[in-house]
């Protein structure tokens, strides 16, 4: 689920490189709690007419997807907001907004991502998945990046990917025509 706020209550922290981290996470005050929102991703950035956005992304898994099914988009947030405010007790934290997926109770999609077994590499299998197919048929998803499975970024790192390929494609089929 993606949650969007009025100001940024969360710390950025810039790493060596200068780059900004663009998740933090929380270690679970019980097992039980292991498997809801104990990553949050910062897709914060600007919209369409050039205003800052402060939207953080977090997830459920286990035995809490039922949480996200049964429940309303509304009580779902109250629980992602609680989580947060128990992190920073002392922030003001204001959800102006929220989008909750139920991909969970989708029968097309019924809760699947990629999953790589403990001491397996996966970039070959990454690799098969995101080969094209005749320059016509391309590739694109969490499961296509091995830098980045099981995630909102790299379903879109591997969409940018597969765009360039494209692109790529048309340029050399007009430079190819008479």
Known sequence: MAVKFDRRFWSTVDADDGIKAQYFGKVPDSKSDRSLFNIYYDFSGKDATGNEVFVLMSYVT????NLVNELSDEKV???FVETLRKMFPKAIINPIGQMVSHWGADPYIGMSYTYVP????GDGVYN????TIDDRIYFAGEHTIAAEPQT?????LSGLREASK??????RDIQESP
């Open 77 to 79: 947030a109250e629980k």
């Open 152 to 156: 909102m970024a790299g379903a879109y």
């Open 128 to 131: 098969k998945l995101k080969e």
């Open 62 to 65: 286990a035995e809490h997807v």
């Open 166 to 171: 494209i692109v790529m494609s048309w340029k």
């Open 118 to 121: 403990f001491g397996s590499s």
